[in-house]
């Protein structure tokens, strides 16, 4: 069987199991609670690794060996800020965030959690809040669709447009019937296939190369 029937077969098998956590998240969803933040309940290893997956998505598996070929060891500086600032967060800010949010009239957005923390009648720390999160996030999110574009266009010959179309059609999918639930599982089983390709790809590289030695050289 030709590798491009195997990709093929590949990646609709990975793109139905997505929609089938979806589906299965959409099944325990049961109130607005449980749509927004999955009820409270995630496991902190469901947590951390649907956060890692999230934050260290396109960018970690493209955009980072890209820049550090490009440009050398000098972008490894990136690696290290990411890991102080996900320390400092994880350490610090989330315990607080978490015990504060569910007092604080049971917060299930960032906006609303600084609207009820601080009594702000006015509700301008909302929009002003909401507003961020909008544009920041539309930009991270188009880099992950402009990922998904650049992967079917370089593994699949495919039209960079069709690629992104579809990567965005699946994620809609998924979270908009498994609200935050459905996106933490699928990013569970993403986090854990970008742990297994982070390891293997230089293990093999380094034996297509010819071995340790000649890795080092080339």
Same mark, same amino acid.
């Given at each position: 069987?030709? /590798? ?50 999230? /934050? ?12 550090? !070929?490009?440009?050398?060891?000098? *972008? ?25 949010? *569910? ?11 600084? *609207?009820?923390?601080?009594? /702000? ?18 930009? !991270? ?6 990922? $998904?574009?650049?992967?079917? *266009? =370089?593994?699949?010959?495919?039209? !960079? ?20 639930? $459905? ?27 010819? $071995?340790?030695? =000649?890795?080092?050289?080339?």
């Amino acid at each position: 069987m030709p /590798d491009q029937i195997l990709n093929f077969i590949a990646i609709a098998v990975y793109f139905a199991g997505m929609l089938v956590i979806g589906y299965y998240a959409y099944r325990k969803t049961k109130g607005h609670s449980d749509y927004m933040i999955a009820g409270r309940s995630l496991p902190p290893w469901v947590a951390a690794l649907s956060a890692g997956a999230s /934050d260290s998505s396109g960018w970690i598996m493209m955009g980072l060996p890209g820049a550090l !070929y490009v440009t050398g060891l000098l *972008e490894a500086w990136i690696c290290i800020g990411l890991a102080v600032g996900l320390y400092v967060n994880w350490k610090l800010i989330a315990p607080k965030l978490r015990a504060y949010t *569910e007092v604080s009239k049971d917060s299930i957005t960032l906006p609303s959690f600084f *609207e009820n923390r601080t009594r /702000d009648k006015s509700r301008l720390l909302r929009i002003f809040s909401g507003a961020i999160i909008l544009v920041f996030f539309t930009l !991270y999110i188009s880099s992950g669709m402009v990922a $998904g574009g650049v992967f079917f *266009e =370089e593994s699949f010959g495919s039209s !960079y447009i069709i690629g992104m179309l579809i990567v965005t059609g699946i994620t809609l999918l998924y979270t908009m019937f498994g609200g935050f639930l $459905g996106a933490s599982l699928t990013d569970v089983v993403q986090g854990i296939m970008m742990i297994v390709a982070l390891i293997a790809v230089p293990i093999a590289a380094v034996f297509a190369v010819g $071995g340790p030695g =000649e890795f080092v050289t080339k």
